[in-house]
């Protein structure tokens, strides 16, 4: 998300050269701007490096959840976001509130136990729900957002340490009382992000699967629709398919369908979307499904194609758990996805839904776009660089130089 920078004098800016803490940061070459007067820095309509020499004070570290200076013990640090050039590139992760998450205004939050289950979306990091009592299996808190909501990830955060949900289940419902199971995955301490296949839903409710000594507690709960390629029209083809199942059935865009193998896990297995169109895509989800959350790929490569014929690598990794985030760090464009399988196992290979992460843009599927003058204006939507709109000839009246 870009926002224009403010440089009022309240703003400071320091080149900051530690890229282990803000690799973001160091990867785009930028500085990172924030709002603590208390910081020794040169003026940001300088843009230039702070005067002072940097000392052991200048370090910054994380101290719980809070940047400091002083390796951790000096002034807090507020990040605003990178400055790219007088744009402010803010990510939700500088946002422990949820900067980029879904509006909570009128929902209502209820729990199975505990009390204060509306602490969760007040905004306010002191502010919990906790079990009280240890955490057991069935646990859950609930949320009705009043209306059917698009989400594809939730986040849990509490400053309690080591009071986050062992294992936890994230179900949907448009009714509250029939549920789907969307994810399930061990719980993190602190934070909790959970990722699953675009769901339309109205309730959402999150249920503990372990029982442990220690309390869940939860002091925000945050909802986020992250843009993702729309699936309609999408099809697959397998190299093996189990009986009474289809490659379909992995790009139909509901958690409780799913593809599989039929066979043991063997190196060369492949499953191939035809996404019915070029698409720009940075990340990949896939989910085993709650079927049979044990059959994901041990060992996954992921393949790009235009034409279903020329296939390039874009990533590879090793599968954990039902849930695999594959991040192609940076780019790909292509119509055709390869999921290969190099592991083997004993488990059948099972793939119940697969969502491709678009970035920050929305998907263009399905517009429609038009223009005053000129030909093909729907070429500057088509995904290749290669065509483009012009309004062809200078309008009346306005120099050619202007064009
Ligand atoms: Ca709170
Ligand atoms: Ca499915």
Redesign the pocket.
């Known amino acids: 998300m870009l926002r224009r920078t403010p440089t009022g004098p309240s703003t400071t800016t320091v080149m900051v050269g530690m890229t282990a803490l803000l690799g973001v940061t160091a990867l785009l070459g930028a500085s990172v701007l924030w709002g603590d007067p208390g910081l020794r820095a040169a003026p940001a309509t300088t843009g230039a490096p702070a005067r002072h020499p940097l000392t052991s004070t200048d370090f910054i570290k994380a101290n719980g959840t809070v940047l400091r200076t002083d390796s951790g013990a000096g002034a807090a640090i507020n990040l605003r976001g990178t400055n790219l050039g007088g744009w402010l590139v803010q990510e939700d992760w500088m946002s422990p509130l949820g900067e980029f998450a879904l509006d909570r205004g009128g929902w209502t939050v209820t729990a199975s136990t505990g009390s204060h289950a509306s602490?969760?979306?007040?905004?306010?990091?002191?502010?919990?729900w906790s079990t009280s009592g240890p955490q057991r299996a069935g646990d859950q808190i609930r949320v009705d957002l009043r209306q059917p909501t698009w989400v594809n990830r939730v986040t849990l955060g509490t400053d309690r340490v080591g009071e986050h949900p062992r294992r936890l289940a994230v179900e949907t419902s448009s009714d509250g009382q029939t549920w789907t199971n969307v994810a399930q995955q061990g719980g993190t301490d602190q934070e909790t992000v959970v990722r699953f296949g675009l769901q339309k839903t109205r309730f959402l409710r999150l249920v503990a699967v372990d029982l442990d000594a220690a309390p869940w507690s939860i002091?925000?709960l945050n909802l986020f629709n992250d843009p993702v390629a729309h699936d309609a029209g999408w099809t697959a083809q397998a190299s093996a398919t189990a009986t009474g199942t289809t490659p379909a059935a992995a790009v139909d865009g509901d958690p409780t369908t799913a593809w599989q193998s039929g066979v043991p896990q063997a190196p060369g297995q492949a499953l191939t979307i035809d996404m019915q169109r070029v698409i720009q895509m940075d990340r990949l989800l896939l989910d085993a499904g709650s079927a049979a959350p044990d059959d994901f790929a041990r060992s996954w490569e992921i393949l790009t194609s235009t034409d279903n014929v020329t296939f390039e690598h874009a990533a590879s990794g090793f599968g954990s758990g039902r849930t695999t985030l594959v991040d192609f760090q940076g780019w790909k464009w292509g119509r055709y996805l390869r999921i290969v399988n190099h592991a083997t196992a004993p488990q059948w290979w099972s793939v119940a839904d697969v969502a491709v992460y678009t970035g920050n843009q929305m998907d263009r599927a399905g517009w429609q776009i038009s223009a005053s003058e000129g030909q093909a204006p729907e070429r500057v939507i088509d995904g290749d660089v290669g065509t483009r709109w012009s309004t062809g000839s200078p309008p009346a009246g306005r120099p050619a130089h202007h064009r």
Not at 119 to 128: K, L, N, P, S, Y
Request: hydrophobic share 25%; no cysteine.
């Open positions: 602490a969760t979306v007040d905004g306010e990091q002191a502010t919990h002091s925000e």
